[in-house]
C-alpha cells in the first residue's frame, strides 16, 4: 500500500515500493528493473540488511544501480529479517532523518528535493501479526495514530510508502476498514487502488 499526501500533479514522479525479502538474494532482479522503468525513487521494506556496516555496503553497492544511492535502516535488537530503505537518484538532494521507534512497526525518514519542493517521505513495514511476534492489529493502529500526529504537522510534502499487512480490497476486514477510516482521518489519500500481494490478496 502507498499512503501520501501528493496530490499536485506537477510534482508527478515514478515511485516504488518493494518488498525484496533480501536485496542479497534478490537485488539483482530490482536493480534490473529500477534501471528498466527508470524509477526516481525506491522504497524498499524487508532489505534483511544488518547493522554490519562493511557487509550491508557492499549489498547496497551491488543493488543500487549506477546514478544511485541508498539509505537504510535495519531491524533492532539483532532479529533476523525485516529492514527498511530507500534508493533516490543521485541528482536528488537527500537528508536522512532520524525516526521514532515502534513495536509494531519499522520506519525511517528521509528529506528529498524533488524539483524545488522538499518532500518527507517515511517507509514503513509492518510485519503481519503472529503468535511468533505477538503484534496485534489494535496496536499497530494505536501506534501508528500517534505516528500520523506528528507526521501531519511537518512543513514538507508528506509521502508515506509502506507496507502494512492488510487486506484492504475486502470489505469485510474489520482491521482493514479501521485502516482505511484512520487514512481519511488524517486526509491523506491512498494512490495504490488494486491488490499488490504477490498472490493478489493484499
Same mark, same amino acid.
Given at each position: @500500500? ?22 542479497? #538474494?534478490?537485488?539483482? &532482479? ?12 525506491? @522504497? /524498499? ?29 535495519? #531491524? ?18 537527500? &537528508? ?12 525511517? /525518514? ?44 511537518? &512543513? ?19 482491521? @482493514? ?6 487514512? @481519511?482521518?488524517?486526509?491523506? &489519500? ?13
Amino acid at each position: @500500500a502507498d499512503v501520501t499526501g501528493l496530490d499536485d500533479d506537477s510534482l508527478s514522479m515514478d515511485v516504488l515500493l518493494t518488498n525484496c525479502r533480501s536485496l542479497n #538474494r534478490n537485488g539483482h &532482479k530490482l536493480k534490473s528493473y529500477i534501471v528498466d522503468k527508470n524509477m526516481d525513487i525506491v @522504497a /524498499v521494506t524487508e532489505t534483511w540488511l544488518t547493522d554490519n556496516e562493511i557487509q550491508s555496503n557492499h549489498i547496497i553497492k551491488s543493488t543500487c544501480p549506477t546514478g544511485y544511492h541508498m539509505s537504510h535502516k535495519p #531491524r533492532t535488537n539483532g532479529q533476523i529479517g525485516g529492514g527498511v530503505g530507500l534508493m533516490y537518484k543521485s541528482s536528488l538532494k537527500f &537528508k536522512h532523518l532520524s525516526s521514532n521507534s515502534f513495536t509494531s512497526f519499522e520506519s525511517s /525518514v528521509s528529506l528529498l528535493k524533488w524539483k524545488s519542493t522538499w518532500l518527507r517521505v517515511v517507509v514503513i513495514y509492518r510485519p503481519t501479526p503472529s503468535s511468533e511476534n505477538q503484534h496485534t492489529d489494535r496496536e499497530f493502529l494505536d501506534e501508528f495514530s500517534l505516528y500520523l500526529e506528528v507526521l501531519i504537522l511537518c &512543513k514538507e510534502v508528506l509521502v508515506i510508502l509502506g507496507d502494512f499487512n492488510f487486506h484492504v480490497d475486502m470489505s469485510n476486514d474489520y482491521y @482493514a476498514s479501521e485502516f482505511k477510516k484512520l487514512i @481519511a482521518c488524517f486526509c491523506l &489519500k491512498q494512490h495504490v487502488q488494486e491488490p499488490t500481494h504477490i498472490s493478489g490478496q493484499r
